[in-house]
Structure formats: structure tokens, C-alpha cells
């Protein structure tokens, strides 16, 4: 069966200050990767998506960055949090094909103060 | 572009009955994917059931259930004897097959179950 493992699974960060999360995928091979960002009681908005090593894709960038250093991996950075980065934030997965359903990890809540 | 649209903010009902929330959606794909989702207190992101547009026949799972009107663009949630844990926010998403991959959410449904 496949995991999905977020990290970290809180952080309090000051402004100005910079940002790594990630997520791991275990037990799925080439799977299709996804950033979803939500504010505190609001809808899921997609920022990226990657369906291999080493490729990106922007959709909602918010000033922030996200790469796939390996296979079953994926980061999202930034090198200055603003207070509007403050938030609840998903990495999602899917198998290769577009017919697929997105499984989400257990997610990230940012403050920044 | 897609776009996913609930207009019902929050719904209250008591336990064991049977509620709907709404979904309407819009999309110039000709194939599509519809899902829904419940978010639990915790944050954390639950898939419920999916239909794909091309099949007629509404989805079920377990005490969920779809009402697909594709000619409305519509795709509703049955949620049948509702229970206390059922309390949580629902969303509706769409993932079309054309341009980028994109699952598209709506601003979701909060749902309480009453005692």
C-alpha cells in the first residue's frame, strides 16, 4: 500500500524567514506530485505539480518555489515567508494517468508571525 | 478554465437522517472527473467517491451516494443515516483530461450532525 509522509507537521516561522517542507511517497513508483495550499477556512488552491524527476509545474505560484529532487519526493521553499503564506499545506499524490484520484498526506500548518 | 461552485455554506441536520449537498461545476472538457472530499477537524484530507463523466450511472459507497445530472453540470452528495463522525467540511473537485492537471476544488460544505 502506498504512504504519503509530510514534513514538518507544524512550524511557527518569523517573517522574512525561509521555508523547506516536504513529502515523501512510499510503495508507488513515477507518481504524480501536487502542492495544494488552503487558508484557514477555505477552499484547496493548487500551486504545483510534477509528474517526474526534476520537473515542475506552476499553477498558483504565491511566491513560492517547488522542486522534485528525487523520485518519490517533493519540496516546496521559499527563501522569505510573508505572513500571507500562513496556512494549511497538502502534498497530494496520483499514479500517472489523469483518470486517477488524488490521495493527500496529512499536511503542514504554517504561522508566520 | 474550470470551475467548482458550492453554494451551501453549512448544513445542520439530525443523526441518522439523509442529507445533499450540492455541486455544480463547469468545464469545456469533454471527459471529466468528479470527486468528493471530507475534511475532518484534524485537517486531514479523506477522498469519499468519485464519478466519471462518461458513465450514466450514479456512484455509490458505502452511505455515500451521487447524483449526477451531467446535463445540469451537476453532481451532488448523498450522505444516507448519518452519523455524529460524519461531522466535517465536504468539497467537491474536478480534474478534467485537457491542458494542465489540475483538481479543482469548491469552497466546500460544512456538514453537522446534530444529536
Known amino acids: 500500500a502506498q504512504t504519503i509522509h509530510q514534513w514538518p507537521v507544524a512550524e511557527i516561522k518569523a517573517v522574512g524567514s525561509p521555508l523547506s517542507l516536504g513529502c515523501t511517497i512510499k510503495?508507488?513508483?513515477?507518481?504524480?506530485l501536487y502542492w495544494y495550499w488552503q487558508a484557514t477556512g477555505g477552499t484547496l488552491q493548487q500551486l504545483f505539480y510534477?509528474?517526474?524527476?526534476?520537473?515542475v509545474e506552476s499553477v498558483v505560484q504565491l511566491n513560492l518555489s517547488a522542486s522534485r529532487p528525487k523520485d518519490d519526493q517533493f519540496i516546496l521553499s521559499t527563501e522569505k515567508l510573508l505572513l500571507s503564506h500562513s496556512g494549511f499545506y497538502l502534498c497530494?499524490?496520483?499514479?500517472?494517468?489523469?483518470?486517477?484520484?488524488?490521495?493527500f498526506g496529512s499536511g503542514t500548518r504554517l504561522t508566520v508571525l | 478554465a474550470q470551475k467548482v461552485t458550492q453554494t451551501q455554506t453549512s448544513i445542520s441536520v439530525m443523526e441518522k437522517t439523509t442529507v445533499t449537498m450540492d455541486c455544480v461545476y463547469e468545464?469545456?472538457?469533454?471527459?471529466?472527473?468528479l470527486f468528493w472530499y471530507k475534511q475532518t477537524a484534524s485537517g486531514e484530507i479523506v477522498f469519499l467517491i468519485r464519478q466519471d463523466s462518461y458513465k450514466k450511472e450514479n456512484a455509490t459507497e458505502g452511505h455515500y451516494s451521487l447524483n449526477f445530472q451531467k446535463p445540469k453540470s451537476s453532481i451532488g452528495l448523498i450522505i444516507t443515516a448519518t452519523q455524529i463522525e460524519d461531522s466535517a467540511v465536504y468539497f467537491c473537485a474536478m480534474r478534467g483530461t485537457e491542458g494542465a492537471d489540475r483538481l479543482t476544488f469548491g469552497k466546500g460544505t460544512q456538514l453537522i450532525i446534530q444529536p
Open positions: 468545464t469545456r472538457d469533454s471527459s471529466y472527473f
Open positions: 510503495g508507488k513508483s513515477s507518481p504524480n
Open positions: 510534477s509528474i517526474t524527476v526534476g520537473q
Open positions: 497530494a499524490w496520483t499514479g500517472g494517468n489523469s483518470a486517477e484520484t488524488l490521495y
